[in-house]
């Protein structure tokens, strides 16, 4: 099937008809008012929330200008808030404590468990205590790595509830990125979990995790407590891991013993159960009144210069804008059901699981598994048992499910669904026709939503009642964003044209500074391209002024929607002493988007073979974790491409793993015949 690129595809009627933002003019007119006046705006909809406190101060303030001084942002000065208070409290004070806010499916479609707005809270509020009776307070950082169970949602929300600051590692980073995030953050807890089937796979995350505190112990970091949610016993294995041994599983070592019972580690002292700890903790917790200004969260992304950065947000502004753009990117409606397939260890999970549909009293689907297990019917199959409305994945997911064809969608009834969601990357049309007409029936709004962990929330999307969509493209930007393209000189292209994807001016959710290094933050973000955001993706604008996010232009890429950068790859690779150098570049993959091809040039003596590889992959898989590991690796034994000044040009590396020719300029390196060779012994696909 091929798409037609030029095609626009308008909200179907059930959409319009009910829609908190049904044309085009309304849509004009709702960000022209953002534009304007976004106090009047913002003030507008700071109305529907619980401040103990309005703003005293100025409502917006700011500078996007280095040569003007210090960067900074601020929103709601003076006003007081809790988020975990506006999550929970505010609906169950207005009589809604029994409606349901997740309903949970586990890996194994056995396991199902259903959790109240008022069961959240009574949760919170025993972790909130526990976590006080460690000595957790305002400004305190608890990391969490935890499975996407309902205990990580409660772990967050009592983080909040007391102004501590949540930092979420993703379950499938190794110790040492685990460790790394941790020191950067000092963080002096740990919420974590006993282990988890993700398919047929068994992550083992408090090993993982014991790994990380051996470290940070190293490193002079004192974790005083890690609280254990025992999650193993109480879920089915799979069938094809029977006796325990986990398919895939590299490890020879059995996590279980005799009696089938997981076996973890333990460190007397350190080492609590949660279910302990929650047993006797009070169940009710007042919520400490934050600044909007205060810290609520930190979230690391990668960085260009290998090492990650705490992006951090704070309570008010994240608050405003996960709560409005989930409310309007999603068309949102009381009595709807709602999928957001992310995991919560990345930015979607935090403003699209959690934050986003609490804040909005929404009733969401809270999943554990993957796309594919026990078949590659999984999403579908909740769709239809749960009747969900609302649907939102990533392009990867969609791209690896079209390739089972139609038929395990076509087994569901998928009549609920009214708009589905894209996000993490760029979405090819062919995978945007798929999911449009065989997930939607070709009877539902495509949101694609742009956005970053740096912004909090969708910064260019399309309205689904609103918005005739173009397959890949992110159409509009959202309320209060107001949107650039610069050229190389930093001049503004208007109208047609594509350039450099910068904002004018900050929303309420953009990120405050990097934790602990502010100058990062401003060299980072600001300095290019001084008195813009800058987002490091390229984009085109469209005779129509559609927005067309074409990829990051710096050294980022982007495997299954996830940012990962070339020299965290390459420094883990040459830590490997068989390496001398080492080059990363992305490739592009047919389902991830994006992968990783990998240019090593040998230290003397060694020789590539297929046990080296291993290594290298595995040494990848440690420092960073399993996603990131490369799915090629090319040795060399002449050298990398490089400037007379020693640069590596990645650029001539990048055309050499997609096999074109057609160099440019190589006059400027050192040694161009270096080039032929490395394309002579290029990997040709089918052979990684
Ligand atoms: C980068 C941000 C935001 C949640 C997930 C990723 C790319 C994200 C889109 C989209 C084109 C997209 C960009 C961006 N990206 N969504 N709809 N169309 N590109 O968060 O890890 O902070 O990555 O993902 O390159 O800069 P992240």
Partial sequence: ??????????????????????????????????????????????????????????????????????????????????????????????????????????????????????????????????LKGYGVAKGHRVAIYMPMIPELVVAMLAVARIGAVHSIVFGGYSSESLAERMIDAQASILITSDAVWRGTKLV??????DGALEICKQKDLDVKKSIVVKHLCRVTAPQSAANGVANGNPSKKTHFDDKGQYKVGWKEGRDVWWEDVMKDAKSDCHAVWMDAEDPLFMLYTSGSTGKPKGVLHTVGGYMLYSATTFKYSFDYHPGDIYFCTADIG????????????????????????????????????????CKVNKFYTAPTAIRALMKFGDEPVKKYNLSSLSVLGSVGEPINPEAWMWYYRVVGNSDVSIVDTFWQTETGGHVITPLPGATPAKPGSACYPFFGVDVAL????????????????????????????????????ETTYFKKFPGYYCTGDGARRDADGYIWVTGRIDDMLNVSGHL?????????????????????????HHVKGECLYCFVYLAEGFEFNPKLAAELKGKVREKIGPFATPDYLQATSVGLPKTRSGKIMRRILRKVAVGDKEFGDISTLADPSIVDVLFQSRILDGKA
């Fill in 346 to 385: 990345w930015i979607t999970g935090h403003s699209y699981v959690t934050y986003g549909p609490l804040l909005n009293g929404a009733t969401s689907v809270l999943f554990e598994g993957v796309p594919t297990y026990p078949h590659t019917g999984r999403f579908w199959e909740i769709v239809e048992m």
């Fill in 204 to 209: 083992h995350l408090k090993d993982i995790a």
């Fill in 1 to 130: 099937m091929s798409a037609d690129s030029k095609a626009v595809y308008s909200p179907p009627n059930k959409v319009v008809s009910i829609s908190h933002c049904s044309s085009m003019e309304q849509y004009r007119r709702m960000y022209e008012k953002s534009i304007q006046d976004p106090e009047g705006f913002w003030g507008e909809i700071a109305k529907s929330f619980h401040f103990e406190q309005e703003t005293t101060g100025k409502f917006c303030d700011y500078n996007f200008d280095p040569s003007k001084g210090r960067i900074f942002i601020k929103w709601l000065e003076g006003a007081k808030t809790n988020i975990c208070y506006n999550c929970l409290d505010r609906h169950i004070e207005a009589g809604k404590g029994d409606q349901i806010a997740f309903y949970w499916e586990g890996n194994d479609p056995a396991d199902r468990r259903q959790l109240t707005y008022a069961d959240i809270l009574r949760d919170v509020c025993k972790m909130a205590n526990v």
């Fill in 486 to 521: 610069l050229d190389e000189e930093g001049k503004e292209i208007s109208g047609e044209g594509e350039g450099y994807l910068v904002f004018r001016r900050p929303w309420p959710g953009i990120m405050r500074t990097v934790y602990g290094n502010h100058e990062r933050f």
């Fill in 564 to 588: 990962l950068s070339t020299a965290q790859v390459e420094s883990a690779l040459v830590e490997h002493e068989a390496v001398a150098e080492a080059a990363a570049v992305a490739r592009p």
